[in-house]
């Protein structure tokens, strides 16, 4: 997955550390339930974090919300 960078350069998404945020946000929390809550099966949720799917941005808000944070920190850890 690539999107615009700054200046016109083209910049590649790092699904694994979106990925790893992921895993930190969800702590304790079973797989199962979280991807519940986010309306995807868990099989998904575990592509997205081991960085192998990026995550929609139906599940980007789903997590913002659940979690307080933003999606720029989930997307970019900034």
Do not use: C
């Amino acid at each position: 997955m690539q999107g615009a960078g700054v200046g016109g350069r083209r910049s590649k998404t790092d699904l694994h550390a979106i990925g790893l945020r992921v895993r930190t946000i969800r702590g304790d929390l079973r797989q199962e339930e979280l991807a519940a809550y986010l309306r995807i099966r868990q099989g998904q949720l575990s592509k997205i974090e081991r960085g192998n799917a990026a995550p929609s941005i139906e599940v980007l808000i789903l997590l913002s919300e659940r979690f307080h944070k933003s999606i720029d920190w989930i997307l970019r850890g900034a």
